[in-house]
């Protein structure tokens, strides 16, 4: 019997070693040019953006009661949590200064309170953009201004600082968190955080990461932490008058 050599059938292909090895080279060259390929090298263009970002924004503006009687005011920027997003302003009004307000207490303050739209979260270049626009139609002290927010806001407070640490000065974030390693942007800004230590939504424990981490950066911030609170921090906390009287000692200060 003869027998005959191992032929490859159709659709089959010898794979001798030299085979292997064309067969290889030419996938390489056929995915890309790899720098090795007889091939012209790819090119990229140049380019530019230069355009604006409109932003548009719905806030509730306070102005003392004597504010024509001095020159510049200090400002309290008041960032609501997520329950009161969308397009109307009278659910700002739900908590914290603006609910104040509301009900006839006077504030040693410009107060604005913006409200964030419907499934959308605070974006800090648009804060700031608010706080430009404020300050040119407003009699604003650029050294005192302060941010402080619950909840979402909270997380925002923390966030904007990171954000322009050399803007603010000082914050009091209420039942929020962030990164730590924003920290390290702003040893140097005056912290008072506050949250309830049965907090069901927000763990207080984001907020005592923050604060160890500015303390591990240097920083010197404070932490009120009412044991027996759930979410709602904040009630409390804008009820005190020694919280407004803290943020008023705070006065910005250049970064170290």
Avoid at 38 to 46: I, Y
Wanted: net charge neutral; aromatic share 10%.
């Amino acid at each position: 019997m003869v027998r005959r050599p191992n032929l490859p059938q159709l659709g089959e292909t010898s794979m001798t070693p030299r085979g292997t090895f064309l067969l290889t080279w030419i996938v390489l060259c056929s995915m890309g040019n790899f720098g090795f390929c007889d091939e012209p090298a790819a090119s990229q263009r140049t380019g530019r953006l230069d355009t604006q970002v409109q932003v548009k924004m719905n806030y509730l503006l306070y102005l003392p009661q004597d504010y024509d009687s001095q020159p510049s005011w200090p400002l309290m920027l008041f960032l609501h949590g997520a329950g009161e997003r969308g397009d109307d302003l009278e659910m700002v009004k739900m908590h914290g200064p603006p609910k104040l307000i509301a009900a006839g207490q006077q504030f040693p303050f410009i107060v604005v309170s913006p409200q964030c739209p419907k499934d959308k979260e605070w974006e800090p270049i648009e804060l700031l953009a608010l706080l430009d626009g404020v300050s040119r139609q407003y009699n604003v002290d650029p050294n005192r201004i302060y941010v402080t927010g619950l909840s979402m806001g909270g997380f925002a407070s923390w966030r904007l600082a990171a954000y322009a640490p050399n803007r603010l000065a000082a914050i009091a974030p209420i039942c929020g968190g962030g990164e730590k390693h924003w920290a390290k942007h702003y040893p140097h800004l005056p912290v008072w955080a506050f949250h309830g230590g049965k907090d069901p939504g927000v763990p207080v424990e984001r907020s005592l990461e923050m604060v160890d981490a500015l303390i591990e950066k240097g920083g010197n911030p404070q932490l009120t932490i009412y044991p027996e609170a759930g979410h709602n921090s904040w009630t409390a906390t804008y009820a005190n008058p020694e919280f407004y009287k803290w943020l008023l000692r705070q006065k910005r200060t250049d970064k170290e």
